[in-house]
Each structure stands twice: as C-alpha cells, then as structure tokens.
C-alpha cells in the first residue's frame, strides 16, 4: 500500500485548510485510516482516524475542529481542519490500519509527511 499525502501548506490563526491523502490498491475500504502529526521537537501524536466502518476517532486537541471523512470510491481519505492554531503547526502523516479499527492500535503503512503551518 502507497500512500500519498497532500494539501499542506502556510495559514493564517482561524483558518482552514483540507489535507488529503490518496491510497493505492484494492483494500482500501477494508482499512482504517488515521493522520498523525509531528511538531518540531515533539514526538508523533495521534490526530484523527476513521475505521472501515466509518467510526471517527479524534484526540481531544482537535475535537470540534477537525474532520476526517473517507471516499472509497476514490481510495481518499480527508481531514479538515477548521479554526487552526499555532500549535496546529506540525508535519501531518497518513497512515493504514489493515485490522480496520483505527485506534489505539499500530499503523501498518505510512505515507510521507506533508507541513501545516499556521501563522499566528
């Protein structure tokens, strides 16, 4: 499975900004998804993920703010991200779960990163 993360970008405080990410092949809907971020200095940290059964999950930092959806026709997996704050500020990395749940679990695949940073 490849995965292709895009959509990143500079931002201004209070805005928004739609990452996607676009997988290869046929199992896609059998996956969960989830995004992940990278703050300079900080270790990884969970975002968001949603399951094959379409189940979201999100960390307490980004509730109410972020959303992630999935389009299986399209093999795609979205997050937007509404009211973004500095701390927002981070590499976003998408990733596959084979076991489909999405949380708290270990991710099978990963893409490569791309940069959201928001000016405050």
């Known amino acids: 499975v490849q995965l292709q993360a895009s959509g990143g970008g500079l931002v201004q405080a209070g805005g928004s900004l739609t990452l996607s990410c676009a997988a290869s092949?046929?199992?896609?809907?059998?996956?969960?998804m989830g995004w992940f971020r990278q703050a300079p200095g900080k270790e990884r940290e969970f975002v968001a993920a949603?399951?094959?059964?379409?189940?979201?999950y999100y960390a307490d930092s980004v509730k109410g703010r972020f959303t992630i959806s999935r389009d299986n026709a399209k093999n795609t997996v979205h997050l937007q991200m509404n009211s973004l704050k500095s701390e927002d500020t981070a590499v976003y990395y998408c990733a596959a779960d084979t076991s489909g749940i999405g949380y708290r679990v270990e991710y099978d695949y990963w893409g490569q990163g791309t940069l959201v940073t928001v000016s405050s």
């Open positions: 949603v399951s094959w059964s379409r189940t979201t």
């Open positions: 092949g046929r199992a896609f809907s059998r996956y969960a």
